[in-house]
């Protein structure tokens, strides 16, 4: 079999090459040339925009993987009609995401950046530029793996969560959280984390209208995707006071309206690093090619090695 990365965040392939010599495939960086991907039986991508153009030139393809959770780089409509199937990595980095997304939260609610280095100043001094009140209610948009050990995290903390989901409704009752549609979570809870999936359906999840439901200096939180804010809307809340806080992890384009906060002590933004440490990357390059391997094996009805 042969396998063709098209893009990768490594400069070295190394690790990727010995995993899928010994799936028995052979490894290759893709030259750019269409053409020269019809003989692939995988091709493997993390930023390339695998669209309907692309995939007509895998003749051969049985899979396509991606270094990461995403699959909004794929046109997985295309793909469906090619017969070719579409993976993502899931789950490989959920302490370091789960973990970011609570320091982002729990910082801004706490004002760490505002207060941190203030060596010669009191608790009364913070107190005396505006009250520090308790927030309680939480909201968690979407309940996959990162949703759900974000509120397990929380109620045990002490906090009321609300989560809104479409489909785990039960699951996350039982954990002792409420659940609620997005408009009615948005209206009661001072501090929301968005952990929804990003398709055409929930780009701009977060517009004008649903940032006016929030109560007054509510803290947004996001490590999923940044296009599920509508940019524009955020940063004029932020203008305006109506949001009190914003936690991003993303790389933001050049032209976001989001980039003239970076040095505002409300707004904590960081550069996709949520995902990252030495084991979960490491993790993900291996997953990403094992498991494309394995994928095309079953669909060739080939038995399969335990891992």
Wanted: net charge negative; proline share 3%; hydrophobic share 50%.
């Amino acid at each position: 079999m042969k396998v063709v990365v098209l893009d990768s965040l490594f400069e070295s392939l190394e690790l990727e090459r010995e995993v899928a010599a010994q799936g028995g495939a052979t490894l290759e960086t893709w030259d750019g040339d269409a053409a020269s991907l019809a003989d692939a039986d995988v091709v493997v991508h993390v930023r390339t925009r695998v669209d309907a153009a692309l995939i007509a030139s895998l003749r051969r393809c049985k899979v396509i993987a991606r270094f990461g959770t995403g699959l909004d780089s794929v046109d997985t409509d295309a793909a469906q009609a090619a017969g070719i199937e579409v993976l993502g990595v899931r789950d490989y980095c959920l302490p370091e995401l789960c973990t970011q997304t609570l320091a982002l939260g729990f910082s801004l609610l706490r004002r760490v950046p505002a207060t941190a280095g203030r060596l010669d100043a009191a608790w009364s001094d913070v107190a005396a530029r505006s009250p520090l009140a308790r927030s309680e209610r939480v909201a968690v948009v979407g309940f996959g793996s990162a949703g759900r050990r974000v509120t397990a995290a929380l109620l045990a903390l002490g906090y009321r969560v609300t989560v809104v989901t479409a489909h785990a409704a039960a699951e996350a009752e039982a954990l002792g959280a409420e659940v609620a549609e997005l408009d009615d979570a948005l209206g009661r809870c001072e501090l929301v984390f968005l952990h929804a999936a990003l398709t055409e359906a929930t780009r701009h999840l977060i517009d004008a209208r649903r940032l006016a439901l929030l109560p007054s200096g509510a803290i947004l939180v996001d490590t999923a995707r940044l296009g599920l804010l509508d940019e524009e809307a955020v940063a004029a809340a932020l203008e305006s006071g109506r949001l009190g806080g914003l936690g991003l992890d993303a790389s933001l384009p050049t032209g976001s309206p989001l980039r003239r906060f970076a040095h505002d002590p409300r707004v904590l933004i960081t550069p996709h690093l949520g995902w990252y440490s030495e084991t979960s990357a490491a993790e993900l390059r291996r997953r990403a090619i094992e498991s494309a391997l394995e994928r095309v094996r079953e669909l060739a009805g080939l038995e399969v090695s335990p891992r």
